[in-house]
């Protein structure tokens, strides 16, 4: 028997040999993620009579880079949004911001909830319920962390002052929105028109009120029909909406609680240009806070004006928050 006798039978995956090279997907059409739902996301493209949304799937290539809403990204296949169609998502452009949370502050594996928001709009009742004040750290850390601006959006002030919260962080020059049934919106309106926001607050604060407020259509599209057609949304989806004058608000109603496994005193602290670089002298592995010895930001403080020491114990009740564990947080 010579060579030309030999079989070679081919392995079970077939003989084609494997390659690293991916499909160019010049084709591709950019668009923005606006609610993801059991592994297909919905993603707004522009048409040819105006913005169309399109069901897709992640591409394979992706590997396990996760999709979420406010991602841009860019899709192949199928962009019409005809019932039924379905289209891929072959890239995630680089996110300028994330707001990001763990499990619990012991579990390292970080989780990002939303991508390329502008404003965290931290909703919080002054009264009944009482603001949960570790919450709010929470929050405000995660927002520091993750490149977004922080709002305070402060509901039920006909029914209390919202002063002790706003005297709280007053160091942190943090903007703030008083709220109630009756109060106008305009003020909200006109702090997070033509950007995109991302609302978060526990339950009985008046967040869901105040979305439906400022998307009349919001309570249909999440109590109804999700925005691909596959039933309700679950609490914990966050899903996109348009404001009617300009802009974006991304509900999430799923975040109760932010896990800051992934975040150290120095991610807090690059959000203050001036304090930032004078921690540079602090000694190594300082925390920054009052039982830290030898924290140059102590002595920044008392040689500066009083407005100084507001905001090293407005930043020091945030660094409080970091690696905390109990109730409230």
């Not at 049934?181 to 609302?199: A, K, N, T, W, Y």
């Not at 869901?208 to 009349?216: G, H, I, Q």
């Not at 001036?274 to 030898?294: F, K, L, N, R, Y």
Request: charged content about 25%.
């Amino acid at each position: 028997m010579d060579e030309d006798d030999v079989r070679v039978r081919p392995g079970r995956r077939g003989s084609r040999p494997r390659t690293r090279t991916r499909p160019a997907h010049d084709d591709a059409v950019p668009g923005l993620v606006i609610a993801v739902d059991r592994g297909r996301m919905t993603v707004r493209v522009d048409g040819p009579e105006g913005p169309v949304d399109v069901t897709t799937m992640r591409a394979r290539e992706l590997g396990k880079h996760g999709v979420v809403v406010g991602d841009r990204v860019r899709v192949v296949g199928d962009t019409s949004g005809r019932t039924d169609s379905l289209a891929r998502i072959v890239t995630i452009q680089e996110r300028t911001t994330s707001l990001r949370r763990t499990a619990d502050d012991t579990d390292p594996t970080e989780r990002v909830v939303v991508a390329n928001a502008d404003l965290l709009v931290i909703v919080t009742s002054v009264t009944d319920p009482e603001p949960a004040l570790g919450f709010l750290d929470r929050c405000l850390v995660a927002a520091y962390a993750g490149g977004l601006e922080p709002l305070l959006c402060l509901t039920k002030t006909d029914l209390a002052s919202a002063q002790p919260l706003l005297d709280r962080y007053s160091g942190l020059r943090l903007n703030a929105v008083p709220m109630s049934r009756e109060h106008p919106l305009d003020d909200l309106l006109d702090r997070i028109g033509d950007r995109m926001s991302v609302f978060v607050g526990q339950s009985g604060v008046g967040k869901s009120t105040l979305v439906n407020r400022l998307v009349p259509d919001a309570l249909r599209a999440t109590g109804d029909v999700s925005k691909i057609g596959k039933g309700r949304h679950t609490s914990s989806s966050a899903v996109l909406f348009d404001l009617p004058g300009g802009g974006t608000v991304i509900d999430t109603p799923g975040i109760r609680s932010f896990g800051l496994a992934h975040v150290s005193a120095d991610h807090v602290l690059a959000a203050f240009d001036e304090m930032a670089d004078v921690a540079v002298d602090c000694p190594p592995g300082c925390g920054h806070t009052a039982e830290d010895p030898d924290c140059a930001l102590d002595a920044w403080a008392a040689a500066g004006p009083p407005e100084r020491q507001d905001q090293l114990a407005a930043l020091r009740v945030l660094l409080g928050a970091v690696g905390q564990v109990g109730p409230g947080y």
